[in-house]
């Protein structure tokens, strides 16, 4: 996903990304039941544990982009996402609907604070009522790969990914590709493995997949142990 | 758009998410896409849900379906054919009564089914 990028943002580590994604699904729990399996309630926790407004509607006519997905207003605690990605159009939709929800909460809760202090941006700070961050499908200005980061994290959180890979593998091992017989760059043989936890997660195969790479549970090979 | 027309979205949002519906969620117990609802919650429908997904919603919601209906500005499904079954004496009823009270009305209902009651005994 990408951006118009009207301000810039500090440099935030993987690591730090993925406390505060921690953090939002600790939130929630202190006041709902805790979220215990896959999927993440990411719409619950948009609406109903964030109070943001959300709608559904022609972003893309109305930005003027045709590769629009989300966007969000920080002064009106407002997250739309583009109706293109309505999953009760196609039910293949559903992880990227998601995805995208998960990516402006990304920025609500690693952007806003920090352009809101910033006065230099306050000055713009969508006075002419257009959105702080118009997220599209191409080129990745640093604080939209910081909300894909967040997403990631929100929607995969680390302990449901290694319970989930468990249960499915029957144990919290790594898998080699070679010893699945997939070449890495074979982006479709690796989607379709990662197919069965996407669905679980209602994530894209691609987001779990990236995922799962980016926790170690699929490498290219398994380093020889030393015990 | 009517004033209660543009009330009828927000109350919609706010009744769903006091009952713990994401958008999604509700979309799907109406019958609707979430793209519509979202419309709908927004008032940026041209024309308003049919009185059939308004009960089913203030149903759901645990709202009057009359109300909602009235608020979305529809007419209740049967009403038509009530009309119509007696196209001259019923409009003249309606005119009659208008004006009444609430309270009044509800009188007046209960009366004529009270008589409807003693007309069908045996």
Same mark, same amino acid.
């Given at each position: 996903m990408s951006a118009r990028s009207k301000y810039s943002v500090p440099f935030l580590h993987h690591k730090v990304i993925e406390e505060h994604a921690e953090m939002l699904l600790g939130e929630w729990a202190l006041e709902h039941p805790a979220i215990a399996e896959p999927p993440v309630p990411i719409e619950d926790i948009l609406e109903l544990g964030l109070k943001l407004d959300f709608e559904i509607?022609?972003? &893309?006519?109305?930005?003027?982009?045709?590769?629009?997905?989300?966007?969000?207003? +920080?002064?009106? &605690?407002?997250?739309?996402?583009?109706?293109?990605?309505?999953?009760?159009? @196609?039910?293949?939709?559903?992880?990227?609907? !998601?995805?995208?929800?998960?990516?402006?909460?990304g920025h609500w809760r690693l952007h806003r604070q920090h352009l809101m202090n910033d006065p230099s941006a306050a000055m713009l700070f969508e006075q002419d009522g257009?959105?702080?961050f118009v997220c599209r499908s191409t080129a990745k200005p640093s604080e939209e790969k910081q909300a894909d980061i967040f997403a990631s994290c929100v929607l995969m959180p680390r302990r449901l990914v290694f319970e989930a890979w468990e249960e499915w593998r029957g144990s919290r091992d790594e898998v080699?590709?070679?010893?699945l017989?997939? @070449? %890495?760059?074979?982006?479709?043989?690796?989607?379709?493995?990662? !197919? %069965?936890?996407?669905?679980? +997660?209602?994530?894209?195969?691609?987001?779990?997949?990236?995922r799962l790479e980016k926790l170690e549970l699929i490498v290219k090979e398994v380093e020889p142990r030393l015990f | 758009m009517? @004033?209660?027309?543009?009330? +009828?979205? %927000?109350?919609?949002r706010q009744k769903r998410l006091d009952k713990g519906y994401s958008l999604r969620k509700f979309a799907e117990l109406v019958g609707v896409s979430p793209?519509?609802?979202?419309l709908v919650e927004k008032g940026k429908v041209e024309r308003p849900p049919t009185a059939e997904r308004v009960r089913k919603m203030a149903e759901l919601l645990g709202e009057s379906p009359d109300q909602w209906i009235a608020l979305a500005g529809r007419v209740p499904e049967d009403l038509n054919e009530i009309i119509r079954s007696e196209p001259e004496?019923? %409009?003249?009823?309606?005119?009659a009564a208008k004006g009444l009270t609430?309270?009044?009305?509800?009188?007046?209902? !209960?009366?004529?089914?009270?008589?409807?009651?003693?007309?069908?005994?045996p």
């Open positions: 509607g022609d972003l &893309r006519g109305t930005l003027g982009h045709d590769d629009v997905l989300g966007a969000i207003w +920080f002064g009106d &605690r407002l997250i739309k996402v583009d109706q293109s990605l309505d999953p009760t159009r @196609n039910s293949r939709l559903l992880g990227r609907y !998601r995805f995208t929800i998960a990516h402006e909460v257009t959105p702080a080699a590709l070679a010893d017989a997939i @070449n %890495p760059d074979d982006e479709i043989a690796l989607d379709a493995f990662c !197919r %069965p936890l996407a669905e679980r +997660f209602e994530v894209s195969a691609q987001a779990m997949r990236y | 009517s @004033n209660d027309q543009q009330h +009828f979205g %927000p109350l919609v793209t519509y609802l979202s004496a019923m %409009p003249e009823l309606l005119r609430a309270e009044e009305l509800r009188k007046l209902a !209960r009366r004529l089914e009270k008589k409807r009651d003693e007309e069908e005994k």
